[in-house]
Nanobody
Framework: QVQLVESGGGLVQAGGSLRLPCVASGRTFSSVAMGWFRQAPGKERGLVNAITGRGIVPYYTASVAGRFTISRDNAKNTVYLQMNSLKLEDTAVYYC?????????????????WGQGTQVTVSS
């Protein structure tokens, strides 16, 4: 069993930055793939960034290229989403998710554990 707790969300002006940490507990964290998803009002939840158990970043959604960075600190059981140059369209609830394997996946249905989500609101 894995418990995930996100934090770091809030209200930020367009062009600003936020860093979202997700702290994991309950099992060996360093071996599992992690992902950050987001869901905006009226839209489906989608994968933003993923990182494998080995720290490889195989995926980011095109709209965040050059602006968002996923990383992990296995010593702290934490995965981060650094978000720079935020845009209005980045407004969403952001979720941290974990798989039970070291390999990443695109679909949310292939993630086994989820955090409660943290709201990010970007204002003009």
């Amino acid at each position: 069993q894995v418990q995930l707790v996100e934090s770091g969300g809030g209200l930020v002006q367009a062009g600003g930055s936020l860093r979202l940490p997700c702290v994991a507990s309950g099992r060996t964290f360093s071996s599992v793939a992690m992902g950050w998803f987001r869901q905006a009002p009226g839209k489906e939840r989608g994968l933003v960034n993923a990182i494998t158990g080995r720290g490889i970043v195989p995926y980011y959604t095109a709209s965040v290229a050059g602006r968002f960075t996923i990383s992990r600190d296995n010593a702290k059981n934490t995965v981060y989403l650094q978000m720079n140059s935020l845009k209005l369209e980045d407004t969403a609830v952001y979720y941290c998710a974990a798989r039970s394997t070291t390999n990443w996946a695109l679909r949310g249905s292939e993630y086994d554990y989820w955090g409660q989500g943290t709201q990010v609101t970007v204002s003009s």
